[in-house]
């Protein structure tokens, strides 16, 4: 990553904020809407969460963002990875590498002993950087149950 991108921890939900998560949730999913500054703030004022955020260090622009959750449960404190997102016109800048090595160091300190996330098989690229940083596929079954509105 070049040095022009700094990643940090969002500690302040700003109309530029709630912007840039406009622009870049649906580069994510089609079929969940940006969330509002109502919900952003929530994000970040949760304790399980730290959202993360790349700003291109001369402009200000936010150019992609990652949430990392960490939990206590019986077994350990665990850390799971969500939502990463970078910018289409940020892609190649190694953003994306940038946002999930400073999420594991701060799931490393935090204690966590493992870091999961999922990732859609046809996000092919974001697949070749998880392995290619040492994330390793799981023989699981993933089950959702739809809880409804």
Do not use: C, H
Request: proline share 5%; net charge negative.
């Amino acid at each position: 990553m070049s040095d022009d991108v700094v990643i940090e921890i969002l500690e302040r939900v700003t109309p530029e904020v709630v912007g840039a998560f406009a622009r870049l949730i649906p580069q994510l999913s089609s079929s969940s809407p940006p969330p509002t500054a109502a919900e952003l703030q929530a994000m970040v004022g949760a304790e399980a969460n730290d959202v993360l955020v790349a700003v291109d260090a001369a402009t200000g622009v936010l150019l992609g963002s990652l949430t990392l959750v960490t939990f206590r449960i019986p077994t350990g404190i665990r850390s799971w990875i969500e939502d990463v997102v970078v910018d289409g016109a940020a892609r190649g800048r190694g953003v994306g590498e940038a946002l999930n090595r400073f999420a594991l160091d701060l799931a490393r300190s935090k204690g966590a002993k493992t870091v999961d996330l999922t990732s859609r098989p046809t996000r092919e690229a974001a697949n070749r950087l998880y392995q290619r940083m040492g994330f390793e596929l799981r023989t699981s079954n993933l089950y959702r149950y739809e809880l409804g509105d």
